[in-house]
């Protein structure tokens, strides 16, 4: 089955730090980009930020530039979000992105299920 499991979410205050983790399986992990997008309450998604098969950083929205940091480690299959100095305005549901192309040269998307982040005192 085709599926990004996330967690690491949680309460936290401002100013302190959370490591989000996504757990990938079913496809081929190291040929497929990856993103974090989250949708805060009442809000459309924003895409956070992103990084390609090779691990070059492709984007972080300007919102979060210089506290968070996107990382990949393909012998795991799980891509990670470390956010620090987090702030109210960070609270969210994160969810992780996968997108490539099979093998049968079939592009596939695959979304997780989210995990919630919330920041406050």
């Known amino acids: 089955e085709v599926q990004l499991v996330e967690s690491g979410g949680g309460m936290v205050q401002p100013g302190g730090s959370l490591r989000l983790s996504c757990a990938a399986s079913?496809?081929?992990?190291?040929?497929?980009?990856l993103s974090w997008v989250r949708q805060a309450p009442g809000k459309g998604p924003e895409w956070v930020s992103h990084?390609?098969?090779?691990?070059?950083?492709?984007y972080y929205a300007d919102s979060v530039k210089g506290r968070f940091a996107i990382s990949r480690d393909n012998a795991k299959n799980t891509v990670y979000l470390q956010m620090n100095s987090l702030k109210p305005e960070d609270t969210a549901v994160y969810y992780c992105?996968?997108?490539?192309?099979?093998?049968?040269?079939?592009?596939?998307?695959?979304w997780g299920q989210g995990t919630l982040v919330t920041v406050s005192s």
């Open positions: 992105n996968a997108r490539g192309v099979t093998t049968t040269l079939e592009f596939l998307e695959v």
């Open positions: 079913g496809f081929t992990f190291s040929s497929y980009d």
């Open positions: 990084i390609y098969t090779n691990g070059d950083i492709g």
